[in-house]
């Protein structure tokens, strides 16, 4: 992987909306803007929030529930944008805060954590197969939270690659990317030989299909900052969040 290493980062790009501005949104926003917010909150952090119950002693079904309890009575509830105060410090830190003290409440006020919301709010065939991932199965509640908020903005940001790749024609140019980048760092594993990739996909020649591989690097950086910026206060704050991203990633 040495020699396919390349540098996070990229031009900057104008900030456009962040956690904060998104709680904004669900406070006072129209009824798209509110929906829209919800959605972005909820695709970021229901798998963090999920790991984090976990390593807090809940069992499965009881994270479930209680994963479920929380995006709908305190997201979609506006309680959440009812306590936002961006002086508190990184959103995260906000987001835990506010779920731990949603679950001494629902204890406290003997709320069974086998309830079922109203309208659950991540489908049940996303939760059904839902576990710790291996590599923080015995970390802190903190530790698998982070570990699965990053493993998660990740996963989006192959996804937006790979989507972008369809539908500029440059599917084979993704193909490069997965067996050279993606594959090995995911399963730990030497990349194919880029001659082998060379005869499998039609590349004319290994220079070629290096360049290609390029090309996709450089928008995994581009959709990566895109997808960073919604998550911190500023554009300086991007470059942090990415070298923070990649070390919790070196966890596993």
């Not at 456009?16 to 006072?28: G, S």
């Not at 798998?47 to 009575?73: H, M, S, V, W």
């Not at 903005?153 to 140019?173: E, P, R």
Request: charged share 25%; glycine share 6%; proline share 3%.
């Amino acid at each position: 992987m040495a020699g396919d290493r390349t540098t996070m980062g990229g031009p900057r790009q104008s900030f456009q909306t962040t956690a904060w501005t998104q709680l904004a949104e669900l406070r006072a926003g129209g009824e798209p803007a509110r929906k829209a917010a919800i959605q972005q909150l909820i695709e970021q952090y229901w798998k963090p929030i999920y790991c984090y119950l976990r390593r807090k002693g809940c069992d499965n079904e009881d994270a479930k529930d209680l994963t479920q309890g929380f995006l709908q009575d305190v997201v979609l509830g506006k309680d959440l944008a009812a306590q936002a105060d961006q002086a508190k410090g990184r959103f995260r830190t906000f987001l835990l805060s506010a779920l731990d003290r949603y679950v001494v409440s629902a204890h406290r006020a003997r709320t069974t954590l086998r309830r079922q919301p109203k309208g659950r709010m991540v489908a049940l065939d996303a939760m059904e197969n839902m576990d710790i991932p291996g590599q923080v199965s015995h970390s802190s509640p903190e530790k698998a939270f982070a570990y699965a908020w990053a493993s998660s903005l990740l996963d989006q940001v192959l996804a937006d690659v790979k989507a972008t790749c369809c539908q500029t024609g440059k599917s084979v140019h993704w193909e490069v990317f997965r067996l050279r980048v993606v594959q090995p760092c995911l399963r730990e594993a030497e990349p194919l030989a880029m001659g082998d990739i060379c005869r499998q996909y039609g590349i004319e020649s290994e220079e070629k299909a290096s360049n290609m591989m390029v090309t996709i690097k450089r928008a995994f950086q581009k959709h990566l900052r895109r997808r960073v910026q919604q998550w911190v206060d500023s554009d300086d704050d991007i470059d942090a969040e990415i070298q923070e991203l990649m070390q919790i990633l070196a966890w596993g």
